[in-house]
């Protein structure tokens, strides 16, 4: 798209290697145009974060580092050229934050909290050599209002801590473009963010290509990310590249057989779900200090062939200009794609029995008391902050409820009150016949172990110190004690036999698991007391594409063998689509929407749901979302009325603002909360409009 501008950066043969013979960077070259988005992407443990490191110059600890990456001079320029590798650390200070700037993924580690916003993006802007000192807050809130935030003047007296999550990586954003820098990396900049947020920095990168003349390298694992902002895509596999190219090129036909794999995970919301296995890439990534004589690749390759393990392939033209692919057998991966799992197996479609498992009805909770202050001059009343909101559901056997919403809207609060870490303010729990005490520690050892629950990230709930062994050992003890220990021994293996790993895995500690082996323990642990129902809460949102699939899949699977019930929560909406048989849409602790996944997925949509939805980057280039901007932030208290109408593009004015909506069903179980009737509902355009079939 912009190879008619100049180059930007110029990378040649770069490679990297740690102590150890550990191979992070293996022969990697390309070039960044001017005005150029180039989407990085790969599983985790690939070499994207090393690279953007490498580009600013950053290795301390690389036993050998070779290559070239030229940055070149503003707007591609021949003067003021660099040569990063090798350069002296005054020369790489000139670059810093002038003309190269970096995001990354967690904006409260880059965000100093003692610090005003507008104090630390002052601290960037002054880095200009050619801006007046009486300039510098001027030239702050412009860039406040560059990144679209709201009230630039008030959030510059603000601290991180008083920014919602998506506020503060604006504000990141803005301080990294303070000194106009050439090139501007951003490292997993919506990971872990919810979909309107994530929507609302990729809104705005998006603004920033047609506003900034900067070379951008967006590294992510989020495929449908880069179909819609980036103009050419690389894709990196064990520190080297495996393929690079046009984005809608690869994305219609990927040549190297990893990026087809890639591409084959991602659970698709245009898509019916009536098959509820996705394809999955087999096996890991190397470890970085293996040297294999073949292809990286081909341990885990479908198309792999003899030489392919003799034979290491080069980085080639396959096709169109400028489309190179590393693989012996390219033009047979464009034309046949990745293919089925030929372990595929039907998993459950739905609850064999309809009596319900476990049962909410009208759960509130609210945190903090009334009050009546005396502040200064006059009296304030501090009212209690309603989290959860009379919320009412059930959950068959076998069945999977997915539950939905932004970051604050009340998710993990109401997980929390089911699995008793959290007590209802009000409400009742009931799981079978059984009523639940709203407590964990007041509920029986047989309740416990019919209910579990497994968390977002499991290096904190895994212990470090512990083997995996001891870990699984105590579970099955805890839940199971009439157990003896020969019992224990053979139900451990059976549970990791389960999800996947061996008994070889008993000696080993989480540091020595992937991101994915981690989670499979924590799945297998859950399981240990025979639950009748999981509380999965977020536990697909910090993995890769590819282990995202295996989980979804060893999810479904569980599910179709023991006849587990899960509550799902996620604000990856494809997620809930692909293992869901209902959803609760949830805004500010209330519900919005409920029904069967395929009825809520079409219309009628709840406007909520509508700009949800409307939200997810399609994993297609072709695909072009009609996006739904909410406005303004998740509002801190429950509005009078109807709680989304302050947000709700389709709101009626005084009706909305005065009254409550009333909860209108249609057949088979579909509830909206909203004033707006159904039909009219229903009559509202599709949200996207698709391109070629896929």
Known sequence: MNHTQPVQVQIRHLSLRYPGGVQALRDVSFDIHVGETIGIVGESGCGKSTLASVLV????????????????GSDGADEGAIEMLGASREALREVWGRRVATVYQDPQATLNPSYTIGDQIDEAVM?????????????????LRQVRIPAPEATATRYPHQLSGG??????????????????????????????????????????QQEVNAGILFITHNLAVIAQIADRIGVMY?????????????????????????????????????????????????????????????????????????????LRPIGEEGHLARCLRAEQVCEEGWPLDRLARQSNNGPSDDRPVLQGRGLSKAFGRRARKHIFFGPVVRRPVSAVEDVSFTLAKGETLGIVGESGCGKSTLLNCIAGLVRPSAGELVMGDDALAP????RSQQILHRLQMVFQNPDLSLNPRHTVGAIMRRA???????????????????????????????????????????????????????????????????????????????LNDLQADEEVSYLFISHDMSAIRHISHRVMVLYLGMIMEMGPVEQVFGPPYHPYTEALMSAIPAPDPTIKTRRIRLSGELPATRPQGCPFHTRCPRSLGALCQRELPPWRETDGGHGIFCHIPLNELAALEPLTMPGPPA
Do not use: W
């Not at 990586?169 to 919506?190: G, H, K, Y």
């Not at 885990?300 to 393990?309: A, G, L, Q, T």
């Not at 407590?439 to 007041?442: A, L, S």
């Open 476 to 554: 099955v003890k805890v839940l199971d004690r009439d157990s003896t220990p020969a019992e224990r021994r053979q139900r451990v293996a059976d549970l990791l036999g389960r999800v996947g790993l061996g008994e070889h895995y008993l000696a080993r500690r989480p540091a020595e698991l992937s991101g994915g082996e981690k989670q499979r323990v924590a799945v297998a642990r859950a399981l240990a007391g025979y639950p009748d129902v999981v509380l999965a809460d977020e536990v697909t949102s910090a993995l890769d594409v590819s282990v995202r699939a295996e989980i979804l899949n060893l």
């Open 57 to 72: 110059g950053d290795a301390p600890a690389a036993q050998e580092l070779t290559g070239s990456i030229v940055l070149r």
């Open 127 to 143: 880095r200009r050599p050619d801006l007046a000192p009486d300039g510098v807050r001027q030239r702050t809130l412009e860039l």
């Open 167 to 208: 506020q503060q990586q604006r504000a990141v954003i803005a301080m990294a473009l303070a000194a106009n820098p050439d090139l501007l990396i951003l490292d997993e900049p919506t990971t872990g963010l919810d979909v309107t947020t994530e929507a609302r920095i990729l809104d705005l990168v998006q603004e920033l």
């Open 238 to 314: 064990a520190g080297e590249l495996v393929e690079m190219g046009a984005v809608d090129e690869i994305f219609a036909a990927p040549a190297a057989p990893y990026t087809a794999g890639l591409m084959a995970c991602i659970p698709r919301i245009d898509r019916q779900s009536a098959n509820r296995r996705l394809r999955t890439i087999p096996g890991s990534v190397p470890s970085p200090s293996a040297q294999p004589i073949g292809c990286l690749f081909a341990e885990r390759c479908p198309f792999v062939e003899p030489r392919c393990r003799q034979e290491r392939p080069s």
């Open 439 to 442: 407590v964990v520690r007041k």
